[in-house]
């Protein structure tokens, strides 16, 4: 069996890796040539703990061949970006050109997936239409289903095998071809329905998760507000059965659940007061970091000097996109501090206005150190030695990742998110 997997990002190259490693012969298609070109000589423009090896395995067996077109095969499955615009509408062009690059090669018996998150009813309503200027009939002549990832960046290879899929077809045929498909790799659940319910269902855990990580941010400012420790708190909350509330940090981001509940609130302005609001409140997130920061040093941040320490939107991955730490770095910037900013991961594109240095630059001759990104590397941090390489001795960390204790004997004033001082 072949299948063209349109799209090589972080979705679509482990999935063709992970087809290929499993016998189907792949062909991955992409419109970027530098990631055609790279790829075809074993070099991975992504960051993610495996793909590197599963890639080159991949190739190397020669089932998984990479193109700028695609090809005539038995399946297709579309795994472009759908990234949001100012007015928070879903960007839709590169699924629509994705669809329309394939509407040449399609043939009768085809399956075609959508795999990247829409708003519901993008397969009916965007998709089929687009396929049908084949001539071929969806649901009569070629299977439609539209089945989301779901898998947790840092953890891709596995999830991708391990999850419980959902496959929503146009009709019961299309989503038993999805199965099919996709039963070659996945050992959990496959689940199938209709795709305009696997469309709400994928954008539907990315809200809950949003409005639970908003409701933690708001419980960071109300225990600021009242000298609470909202970490103690929030650990002696979750030992009541029913409750689990998630961790308050710099705010939400990453391409997925700091854009997808949009698509909802888009599309349906009159239902959505809540999840609006919990967009508003993460996003809003980096401004208490700059408040905290500014208490942190006296009230003014002009001319004075801080280390930020963590730029990628959450730990261990090398993924800077709407991530609350960078806007956090900006504002602190803007406010007038000279930032000097770290990560352990080099962004692909320079961030526009943020100066970024290796740790030891960032650390010299700064007055502070905010952290805000929990990445290993910090964790493993000795503050003592720290204390050798910086004049700051007043420390933010908005993570919870530094131990106390330790730091408060290396010299430091370590203050925390969450925890009024
Ligand atoms: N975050 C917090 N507090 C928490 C958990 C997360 O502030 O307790 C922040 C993170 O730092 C980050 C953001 O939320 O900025 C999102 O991180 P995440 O790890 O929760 O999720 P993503 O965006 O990396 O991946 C999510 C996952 N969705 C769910 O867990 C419901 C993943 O399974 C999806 O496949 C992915 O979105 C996607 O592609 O849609």
Same mark, same amino acid.
């Given at each position: ?16 890796? *992970? ?28 960051? =993610? ?7 080159? !395995? ?11 077109? #695609? ?28 669809? =329309? !690059? ?45 089945? #989301? ?30 199965? +099919? ?17 696997? =469309? ?60 997808? #509940?949009?698509?909802?609130? =888009?599309?349906? #302005? ?89 740790? +030891? ?29 910086? *004049? ?30």
């Amino acid at each position: 069996e072949k299948i063209c997997i349109l799209g090589l990002g972080y979705i679509g190259l482990p999935s063709a890796s *992970t087809f290929a490693t499993h016998g189907l012969q792949v062909v991955g298609v992409d419109v970027d040539q530098r990631v055609v070109s790279g790829l075809k000589n074993g070099e991975v423009h992504l960051f =993610e703990p495996g793909l590197r090896t599963l890639v080159q !395995a991949a190739i190397k067996s020669g089932k998984l061949t990479i193109s700028s077109q #695609p090809e005539e095969a038995d399946a297709f499955i579309i795994a472009v970006p759908t990234p949001f615009l100012e007015d928070k509408r879903a960007d839709m062009r590169f699924v629509i050109s994705a669809t =329309e !690059a394939i509407v040449p090669v399609l043939r009768r018996g085809n399956l075609v997936v959508l795999e990247s998150t829409s708003p519901p009813r993008t397969t009916v309503d965007l998709v089929a239409p687009i396929l049908e200027r084949s001539g071929l009939k969806a649901g009569e002549d070629f299977f439609l289903a539209y089945s #989301p990832e779901r898998v947790l960046p840092g953890q891709i290879l596995k999830e991708l095998i391990e999850n419980a899929r959902v496959i929503g077809g146009i009709d019961a045929a299309s989503a038993e071809a999805g199965r +099919d498909l996709y039963r070659v790799f996945v050992r959990g659940d496959i689940v199938l329905t209709d795709s305009t319910t696997a =469309e709400m269902v994928k954008i539907m855990e990315n809200t809950y998760r949003d409005v639970n990580i908003a409701i933690a941010n708001e419980f960071s400012r109300l225990a600021d507000r009242f000298g609470v420790d909202v970490w103690e708190a929030i650990e002696i909350a979750n030992r009541h059965p029913r409750v689990n509330i998630l961790r308050p940090g710099p705010g939400v981001g990453g391409h997925c659940i700091s854009v997808d #509940p949009w698509f909802l609130v =888009e599309a349906a #302005p009159d239902l959505t007061p809540l999840i609006r609001t919990a967009r508003e409140v993460n996003d809003s997130q980096p401004h208490f970091v700059l408040k905290l920061a500014q208490k942190l040093l006296g009230g003014n941040l002009s001319g004075r000097t801080v280390a930020v320490l963590g730029l990628t939107y959450k730990p261990d991955v090398d993924d800077f996109r709407e991530s609350p730490a960078v806007e956090a770095a900006l504002l602190l910037q803007a406010a007038g501090a000279r930032v000097r900013a770290h990560d352990p991961f080099q962004p692909k594109q320079p961030i526009d206005g943020l100066d970024l240095c290796d740790l +030891d630059e960032a650390l010299r001759g700064a007055d502070a150190l905010v952290v805000l990104v929990a990445h290993s590397e910090y964790r493993q941090l000795n503050p003592q030695a720290l204390a050798a390489k910086t *004049t700051a001795r007043s420390v933010l960390d908005a993570v919870h990742i530094f131990d106390e204790s330790a730091w408060r004997e290396a010299g430091f004033n370590l203050q925390r998110l969450g925890r009024a001082f």
